[in-house]
Structure formats: C-alpha cells, structure tokens
C-alpha cells in the first residue's frame, strides 16, 4: 500500500470539476449526480449572481456558450457588449432568476456529447447544496462541495456580491467552519481576504502563475494551481514541496481525459504522475477516470 505524500498523508481529494463535465452538460444537477454516483469526494460549482441577487451556476458571467439564451426571442434585446468579454453576449446579472430558469444548458466544449443539449435546468447554489445534503444522506458518506466566487469584482462593482450570500447558503446545509468537507476558491485575493474576515472555512486561491506562498498563506489555507506549474514537459518544478512547507494544501486543475498533456502517453500515466508527487487534490472533468487511477496507485505496492 502506498503512503501518499500528501500535507495530510491521506489519499488525494478528487474534486468533480464542473459535474461530471466530461460526460453531461457541465454545471447541472444532472452532471453534479452524475459525479456523485462515480464516488467523488467534491462537487465543484462556479458560481455567478442573477439581476435579483441569487447565486446560480455557470462558469461564466455571459450566457452564449453554456445554455440555449440565443434561441430564446424574448432575450434578443439582452445581448450586449461589456468590458472583459470579447463580442456582445447575455450576461447572467441582467437576467433574473425566474428568466435564468426557462433558459437550458448546453455542452460548451468542442468534441464533447451534444445528446443531452436543451435538457437541464440551470441550478441555484441552493439546490446544488440540497442535492448534496441528499445524495449525502441516501451514501452514507457525506460529500464535499467545492464553490468558485466567479467574477467576484466585476459583480461587486454592479451591487452583486458573493459574500453573504454565499456563506449564509453554505450554513443553511451545515457547512460552517475548516472541519466541515468545504473549500471555497477564487481567482481573487482580494475576494479570499474577504472572505478570511467572515468565516472559519478554508479557502484556496486559484492562480496560473507561482505565488509567494510565504505571503498568502496568511489569508488562505489552499493553492489551487494550472497543473503545469507542477509538471512541466514532465519533469517535477518543486511547486509542491513549496507549498507544503508553507503549511498550504495543493488542489490542481483541470485533468481530461480527452484533453492529455503531450509529455505523457495516456490519462492514467498523467494523473499517476501528479499522484506521485503529492497533489492534495485534483479537479477532473471525468472523476470516474481519477478514482480509478487513485485506486490503482493506492493499490500499487
């Protein structure tokens, strides 16, 4: 049996990303289900703020990619140019909630399943909370939720603000405090300092590039990195070893299985590859896929 190399020493997390994002159109209850029947540990939703200030989610502020909005006549005059969104889009705070909910989901990656496009629901963060607390209850195991604060100063900067409601949603469904199954992540320090202000529940700051991990593990408890930082053209960078010494957990992203990194032959030597250097966590557009290799290298002897 292996002993993961982990801050904790257990197993690494693997976090849905997106649902099961891979098979069903992402950020669904359908894709959120879907993830929880294949045994991931978190569900990960992105959450973005309607007109009426109820949190809901989508990946992205603009609307085009995810959901049929451009089927939809009554929204023609909705479309619109806004500031770091290239082209005229729909964008989810000019649509109110009970609006967001005769709209209907679609696959927004290239290559992936259309089959199941204009079927599901877009979500509120409630009801992603209420499936959790279900499927929880129905498992035996109580299953983790993983939420994203997207676009937090661009919503602020419109009177739209993740904070409160946010927390009040996470304490309604008993996630409370950093030994509740919850992290809450963001793109924003500035966001993430907030946040460390109002609630006890560890946070994970997202990043493309290498942080001063000295200098921000004061305010979160989390790094959540692009997975090159980590490997790059196959070797180990040390981002790890750095992180841990700072007392900082590392949650990676995002492993597909028909998106490979070139260095490696195949999704299985890929994902063994960051197993072994002692990832946290990793976030997957397939969670069946990065249980499976889980399980294989925790086999391994």
């Keep these: 049996m292996i002993t993961w190399n982990t801050l ?29 029947e294949m045994g991931a540990d978190y569900i990960e939703p992105d959450l973005v703020i309607t007109k009426d200030g109820v949190l809901v989610a989508r990946h992205d502020r603009y609307l085009s990619g995810s959901t049929n909005v451009s089927d939809h006549p009554e929204f023609a005059d909705r479309k619109t140019v806004k500031v770091g969104h290239d082209g005229a889009d729909w964008f989810v705070e000019d649509f109110t909630l009970a609006e967001i909910k005769t709209l209907r989901a679609r696959q927004p990656r290239a290559g992936r399943s259309v089959e199941f496009d204009n079927q599901y629901i877009i979500p509120t963060f409630d009801e992603v909370l209420a499936l959790i607390a279900e499927r929880s209850k129905q498992t035996g195991r109580r299953i983790g939720v993983y939420p994203e604060t997207k676009h937090p100063a661009a919503l602020a900067a419109l009177g739209l603000q993740h904070d409160e409601p946010l927390l009040a949603s996470l304490e309604a469904h008993g996630f409370n405090n950093a030994e509740d199954p919850v992290f809450i992540q963001s793109f924003e320090v500035e966001n993430l300092e907030r946040l460390n202000d109002l609630t006890d529940i560890r946070l994970v ?13 004061t305010v979160i408890d989390g790094v959540g ?30 492993f597909r299985d028909d998106a490979l990194d070139p260095a490696f032959e195949d999704i299985d030597a890929e994902m063994k590859a960051y197993y072994a250097l002692g990832i946290d966590g990793v976030f997957s557009d397939f969670p069946d896929t990065a249980l499976r290799v889980r399980d294989i290298v925790k086999d391994t002897p």
Excluded at 8 to 36: C, F, K, M, Q
Excluded at 205 to 217: M, Q, S, V
Aim: hydrophobic share 40%; charged share 20%.
């Design 8 to 36: 904790s020493g257990e197993a690494p997390l693997v976090i849905a990303h997106r649902g099961a994002s891979g098979v069903l159109p992402e950020h669904t209850i359908e894709a959120y289900d879907r993830a929880i």
């Design 205 to 217: 700051f997202l990043t493309e590039t290498k942080p001063d991990f000295t200098k921000i593990a």
């Design 225 to 254: 990195p692009y997975k090159k930082l980590l490997i790059s053209n196959g070797q180990d960078t040390g981002f790890i070893r750095e992180a841990h010494a700072s007392g900082l957990t590392v949650h990676s992203w995002t």
